[in-house]
């Protein structure tokens, strides 16, 4: 399958737009200082009270690199500037100082934002990576949680199908902060879908949790969690296992570790067709005498953070074997998927064929 590189006209026709002067990228946002505004106009509060905007709307556009700017200015996304961060602040200090209607109107902001960008993400996964949206009948969900996004062919190809479990409010995305503030290749899983293209892998991306409320401090874990899992449990069992393939992986991050592990607590005895598991941030829950644990630690491997090379073998937790992800620093957690991108590839390829595989570079591969 050929791939385009762009997602529409537009795209080839942008230039790259200018990087802001930042010291800490993944520290949600720069160090540059914002200037305070005052409360908004009634045009502007009216502009971002619109869920229908698109993200050229709101002024601001995805390059050809993934990286979030402005149009105007052509200046890459900057979380400090778009919340008016004084310099220092950070975002639980400005809800706990800033009046109420900066409040809403700030919330409101960053939720109609994220819907927009969410709108052109499946936008550039549909048409880049052919990816389909589905929709399965199985609870009478407020929020259509029943939706996801799989491969044309996920449930023809044999050849292999990885499954993305994620509930970070954003389906395809790592974290919702640091795509906005790094790009695609940084905070998404493209580049993930686009490496498993090489090995004609197909996909599979559930998150329960893209249509729920947005907030400044992202989505509450403890929310319904009832739902998210009839969610999983319906797509793996209506979708993944009437799928042709030969093998099938996991892969599942932060809190949608919890998603996959019920499923796999599920599924994984009377499932010879799930070869391996990737954890990212996040270790089972489990009696060292429950059978599924038996039966799915064999497959699975967690990364973590570690100041050794991606990939070099780490001490176990939980029983579990660990590699490390590159990334030594609590605070940069969310770059964990990324950073063990070539290493999560050459395990998935050694356990769906038993063959080792050598990355050579980012794109090539050696077997």
């Known amino acids: 399958m050929k791939d385009t590189g762009k997602a529409d006209g537009n ?27 005052p409360l908004p106009s009634n045009l ?27 149009v105007s200015s052509r200046k890459i996304f900057s979380w400090r500037k778009f919340l008016h961060l004084k310099p220092g602040e950070t975002p639980v200090e400005l809800l706990n100082q800033r009046s109420a209607p900066e409040i809403d109107f700030i ?26 949206s589905y929709f399965l009948k199985c609870l009478d969900f407020s929020n259509n949680t029943d939706k996801f996004l799989a491969s044309h062919d996920a449930l023809e190809n044999t050849l292999g199908l990885i499954v993305f479990f994620t509930a970070n409010g954003i389906a395809g995305v790592w974290d919702k902060k640091l795509v906005l503030q790094e790009g695609l290749d940084v905070g998404s899983f493209e580049p993930y ?27 509450d874990d403890s929310h319904t969690d ?15 296992l009437k799928s042709k393939t030969k093998y099938i992986a996991i892969i599942a991050e932060g809190s949608g570790g919890y998603l996959a592990q019920e499923v796999i607590r599920r599924h994984v005895m009377s499932c010879p067709r799930l070869k391996a ?43 579990l074997n660990c590699s490390s992800s590159g990334i030594r620093s609590d605070r940069h957690h969310s770059l964990v998927p990324r950073a063990s991108l070539a290493a999560i590839v050459e395990f998935i390829y050694y356990e769906f064929y038993g063959i080792s595989l050598r990355l050579t570079t980012d794109y090539d591969y050696d077997t």
Not at 111 to 116: E, G, K, R, V, Y
Not at 226 to 240: D, P, Q, S, T
């Open 44 to 70: 502007e509060e009216l502009r971002w009270s619109d869920p229908n905007l698109s993200l050229r709307d709101l002024g601001f556009k995805i390059s050809r690199s993934g990286k979030l700017f402005h």
């Open 193 to 219: 879908i686009e490496r498993f293209r090489k090995f004609n892998w197909s996909v599979v991306i559930m998150d329960p949790r893209s249509n729920s409320d947005t907030t400044l401090e992202g989505f």
């Open 277 to 319: 598991i990737i954890l990212l941030n996040y270790t089972f829950e489990f009696s060292p005498e429950d059978a599924w644990w038996q039966t799915a630690q064999p497959l699975t491997k967690c990364f973590v953070q570690s100041a050794r090379p991606p990939g070099a073998l780490e001490k176990k937790r939980n029983g």
């Open 11 to 37: 795209d080839e026709e942008e230039e790259e737009p200018e990087d802001e002067d930042v010291t800490s990228k993944t520290a949600l946002g720069s160090s540059s200082i914002a200037v305070l505004t």
């Open 107 to 132: 919330k409101r902001k960053i939720s109609t934002l994220l819907d927009a960008f969410r709108r052109e993400l499946n936008r550039i996964l549909t048409t880049r990576y052919t990816l389909h």
């Open 226 to 240: 009832e739902l998210a899992l009839n969610h999983v449990f319906v797509i793996w069992e209506k979708f993944v």
